[in-house]
């Protein structure tokens, strides 16, 4: 595939190709159904937008003129590419998000769509009350789970062409299969047994409960603990660095830089369990979620049960009362949780972004980056900020997900099916976060010297330690001795231990005291940094969604 943008110059048609064509091959997953694919497809493949044909066309164009706009009619013409996707993942981010591809994009639904067809109809072919449908022969079903297994690209792309048929993308994957079958002896003989008492709902829903619970075990997950691993590993490195901490901005009882990491750490691995606990759940109950047709063809039979067995053969919990679709009350527990993740990542980007700010951390340069385009001496905590924007886009996607998705009226409307078309845009914002965030904890450097320097300039922060050993021994009003002479003064470390020498204490107290300085005053902070990956241990298990 080629964008060609043709134009004419001083009487002559020429041709400017700005891209090559561009395809990914599907290699990143291992014991996988995707290593036998063998396809290559456009990198387009996240988010719900759509290219169109090719060819603009741009008159009098001067050799060294830029061109800088495109006419509306002229847009048209354009060819799907990196360059002219609307959303950016599909564009610019393409290669920190492709691997979500598989899963959240067109093709992952159909090929999942084609899993639950087959497999029900194999499952028929196991009820005794089917006779119809005769157990299936070790070579009739493995010629299934070829189908399956061998699901590619260009299978994907006839689908989509009985779809313009149709203009139903269910029933074209049942014709799909109808079409790849007919030539099979004993398959032949059961074609319209395929999709049987099905509403689309019952193939979309187990649908996208596979396409989620594959996305999030194969690639968000393992991202979320590398971030989380990440931050571990400079808590316990920096655990011992000592900090000035802010509270409301002003200066506070110090703390160490280790121990501020530990909290993350902590926080993002809860959230983390809290998403791996979240059960996937499926439906398979008909138009109306009652097994009418079922009931009609076959009333012998205990069809809640069989749609039990069958969603659980699926790896996913079953959800026995429904209207036509799944009620989406897990995707949207699912979502709020990502959701929340976010929100704590933005927490720590924010603060790591202030401690860039305040010159605690310094970023490693790369050699032909620029941080400025008019000032050369930038170097500008982007990564963080990249993962913010990205935090704040995801979680606008996600939200809207979760609180609409429970919502449907009465039986049901047609509201979630755009909308679950877009799980991927959240979900890719937020891969590519978690990337743009390990990217920037990759370049911090502990800046200790900076530490240090604020440390030293505020002797204040010992009025806290000072006025509750006063109060252990019976001093009168030591918070208001020690408010009288800090509050909006100018404190040093002489005037802390000329105050300190008065006091009607122990000696030894007083002798503890005189020793304390803002860099030792840390309580228990190294400690609690250096036991973080106890405590995350902890709260590891279990490890993949359900």
Known sequence: MELGTSFSASGVNKTMYLSNPITQKSNFLQNSWLNQLNFSFPVRKICSCRGIAKGSTISSLKTQEKVTEMSSNHS????????????????????KVKELAPFMSEYGLIRFRILVEIKWLIKMSQIPQIIEVPTFSEEAQTFLHDLIDGFSMNDALEVKKIERVTNHDVKAVEYFLKQKCQSHPEISKVLEFFHFACTSEDINNLAHALMLKGALNTVILPVMDELIKAICDMATTHSSVPMLSRTHGQPASPTTLGKEMAIFAYRLSRERK???????????????????????????????????EFVLSLGLEFNPYVPQIETHDYMAKLFHSIVQFNNILVDFDRDVWGYISLGYFKQTTKAGEIGSSTMPHKVNPIDFENSEGNLGVANGDLSHLSTKLPISRWQRDLTDSTVLRNMGVGLGHSLLAYRSALQGIQKLQVNEAALMEDLDKTWEVLAEPIQTVMRRYGVPEPYEKLKELTRGRAVNKESIREFIQKLDIPADAKTSLLNLTPHTYVGAAAELANNVNEAIFLLSSPYLLK
């Not at 048209?76 to 290669?95: H, I, K, N, V």
């Not at 439906?283 to 009652?290: D, I, T």
Request: net charge negative.
């Open 274 to 308: 809290e998403i791996s606990q979240i059960e996937m759940l499926g439906k398979f109950a008909g138009a109306v979620g009652n097994y009418n047709a079922h009931v009609a063809a076959y009333p012998e039979i205990n069809w809640p049960e069989i749609a039990e």
């Open 76 to 95: 048209q013409d354009l060819e799907l590419s990196s360059l002219t996707a609307l959303c950016p993942l599909d564009g610019r981010y393409w290669g």
